[in-house]
Nanobody, 121 residues
Framework: QVQLVESGGGLVQAGGSLRLSCAAS????????MGWFRRAPGKEREFVAVINWSGGSVRYVGSVKGRFTISRDNTENTVYLQMNSLKPEDAAVYYCAAGAWGTSPNLFDSWGQGTQVTVSS
């Protein structure tokens, strides 16, 4: 498995931006697709974005398209989630995960501990 540590969460006003980072260690980072998921209080875990091993393919949930950007740096073993134009409904604990390409959490077998994103209106 890959060990994952997220950072970059915090409190931001609606319309603001945050950049989440997820540092990986352990097995070869570039072997894995990397995903971001989120869980808001009282809601199911939700897919946010995924990027393939090379960074050449990405996919987003519809609600964040045009506002969020996933990227990765395989030399730094890090995946990022740039979040712009944040909305109160984006508030959640955000998790990064390593696994196979796709949007289902069942495809990912390594997870970080999560980082809290709070958006004030």
């Amino acid at each position: 498995q890959v060990q994952l540590v997220e950072s970059g969460g915090g409190l931001v006003q609606a319309g603001g931006s945050l950049r989440l980072s997820c540092a990986a260690s352990g097995r070869t980072f570039s072997n894995y697709a990397m995903g971001w998921f989120r869980r808001a209080p009282g809601k199911e875990r939700e897919f946010v974005a995924v990027i393939n091993w090379s960074g050449g393919s990405v996919r987003y949930v519809g609600s964040v398209k045009g506002r969020f950007t996933i990227s990765r740096d395989n030399t730094e073993n890090t995946v990022y989630l740039q979040m712009n134009s944040l909305k109160p409904e984006d508030a959640a604990v955000y998790y990064c995960a390593a696994g196979a390409w796709g949007t289902s959490p069942n495809l990912f077998d390594s997870w970080g501990q999560g980082t809290q994103v709070t958006v004030s209106s």
